[in-house]
């Protein structure tokens, strides 16, 4: 009663403040010491006071710096952590937001029978692109997938129906999909983001729930300054100033997608 | 005039117990993949839609049965078709009746399936396959109930229903279209990027939904007392000619595009279905039979004196229904999934739970076919005697 009260309040302030965000996310996001976050019926993500904004996230990824798998690996160990992403055990049914891969695959257009070795071998990380034209948010027939105001692609897992047309949708392969309940698989439940249940598709929501509370997404912190994240259509911005110096590719970019995941190679 | 259809021959409710057994079976595993997950069908991450989503393309085409009879009675005014055109209203209700409900079985939530009318979303093609779906079972319920109804009562259908019958034309039309525009219109899916797609749907309907319809006039014939009649059947035997033929010549095209052009994007999911793609080709065998069984089928047709030989017309309509089940039920949906879009193969194969659902779902079509047909099937016999 009291804490709802607290919440309550702590909304009715932000809202006054004309900060109360409008679309409807994933999860409460409220500031760091609140240790339990109940997932109201609709949760949204409520802006803080030290939040974020961008009228388009973007994030560069440059693969020059990684030399070996352990570069990759904490990027992903800090996104399935936090994001309560479970471990399934057959292939199939695999859950994953961000994954590493080769470049065969993630850019299976540009890929040669003769290339750089460094290339050829080399292991890099995939994830949602939030595209800006984005095929999984027109496909959609419930609105559960949508792009917002950022333009981060989200998903709202309490109106999903599990059709699955936005995974068919996706050229990215970047979603996934909840064959059985994903509770039992997950080691270690971290109570500030909510769970999935059975029957929903999931992916990776640029950690809007960390933007609203002023930190940059997970992967971006591990990464050791592999990947930069920011405002795209501020020219100042770090990823802009990466951007605009250097050469950079998007996945599948013939496509029309317009992907916000840029890639030095 | 439900009553007519519980008024039966020992081997009526005979057939009628073995159609429940099979929904009870098939409603128990449904049951359990309710309440575990999608995960006990063969489904994976790569190929999101499989046995399902295909029986629901599939029968898309077999509800097409009614526009290929109604056209010619009402259009051309052909008067034969009017014995056959309630047989062809009704076989496409419990078509369509089967495509909701193989939507039903896929959805990974399906309790909150009403979401799709609680937030209305016109830029989903599947938002719009709901509603052609839909208004296609009611138009042709009305229809047939009211004309049967009247057919019973010796009186002329109500005027209203006129206009309904001229709309469900292109509105048969429709549904294929909208179906095929389910995955005709994803950027990353090579095989089903095409313009054809629609087109192909429409042949392979018009020549799947026929036959079926031409077996089931011979199948009445010989357990009722009323003949649907032998123009009848030659006359849908020549719409099954075209249709096949037709839906033959379009694949044909398709695979020119695609292996002239040479571009990998298209031509991968075409070999994978034929002669295999990194060494998996779980659907060769298939895919082989299927257009083996289409070729056959149109040389038979084509030979005016096996097409109007009822046993070999029989043959004919058999091979074409189980080709192009085969290319719609098993190839077309899974094959646009392999490779998947990072060009990486996880095969699928469904599994026995998937397979009892989706007999079970055909079982409520049957079903609903019987109840339907023994009414219709009562009331001309009994105008047949009077
Ligand atoms: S990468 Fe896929 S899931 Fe992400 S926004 Fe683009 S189309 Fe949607
Ligand atoms: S699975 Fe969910 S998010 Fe994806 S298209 Fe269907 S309703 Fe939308
Ligand atoms: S942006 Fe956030 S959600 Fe997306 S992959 Fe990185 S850590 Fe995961």
Known sequence: ?265 | MLELAIKGSKKYYGWLAVVLAVIGAGFVTYLWQYFTGLGITGLSRDVSWGFYVAQLTFLVGVAAAAVMVVLPYYLHDYKAFGRITILAEFLAIPSVLMCLLFVLVDLGQPMRMLNVIFYPTPNSVLFWDMIVLNGYLLLNLVIGWNVLEAERHGVHYPHWVKPLIYISIPWAVSIHTVTAFLYAGLPGRGFWLTAIMAPRFLSSAFAAGPSLLILLCLLIRRISNFDPGREQIQSLAKIVTYAIILNVFFFLCEVFTVFYSQIPEHMDHFKYLFVGYHGHGALIPWMWTAMGLMVFAIIMLVIPSVRRNEATLAIACIAIFIGTWIDKGLGLISAGFIPNPLHEVTEYIPTVPEIIITLGVYGIGALVLTVLYKMAISIKEGEASA
């Open chain 1, 1 to 265: 009663m009291k804490k709802g009260r607290r919440n309550f309040l702590k909304i009715a302030g932000i809202s006054a403040l004309g900060l109360g965000a409008k679309p409807v996310l994933d999860v409460f996001a409220s500031s760091e010491e609140d240790a339990v976050v109940e997932a109201p019926a609709e949760p949204r993500i409520m802006r803080g006071p030290n939040a974020m904004t961008a009228p388009q996230w973007a994030m560069v990824i440059d693969t020059r710096k990684i030399e070996s798998h352990s570069d990759v690996e904490p990027m992903i160990e800090a996104c399935h952590k936090i994001h309560n992403v479970p471990e399934m055990p057959d292939k199939k049914h695999e859950i994953k937001w961000i994954w590493e891969t080769e470049f065969k695959h993630a850019f299976p257009n540009l890929a040669g029978e003769y290339m750089s070795k460094r290339v050829e071998h080399l292991g890099l990380p995939v994830l949602c692109n939030h595209c800006e034209n984005p095929p999984c948010v027109r496909v959609c027939p419930t609105k559960a997938t949508f792009r917002n105001s950022q333009g981060i692609v989200m998903m709202d897992y309490h109106r999903c129906i599990g059709c699955r047309f936005c995974m068919a949708a996706c050229p990215y392969g970047s979603r996934s999909f909840n064959f059985f309940d994903p509770k039992p698989h997950i080691e270690e439940e971290n109570k500030k983001f909510p769970t999935r249940m059975r029957g929903v598709v999931e992916k990776c929501n640029f950690c809007a729930e960390r933007l609203a509370v002023g930190r940059k997404p997970a992967c971006v912190e591990a990464s050791n300054g592999i990947m930069a994240f920011g405002d795209l259509h501020d020219p100042r911005s770090e990823v802009r100033e990466i951007i605009d110096s250097n050469y950079t590719i998007r996945r599948k970019q013939n496509l029309g997608t317009r992907p916000a995941v840029y890639y030095i190679i």
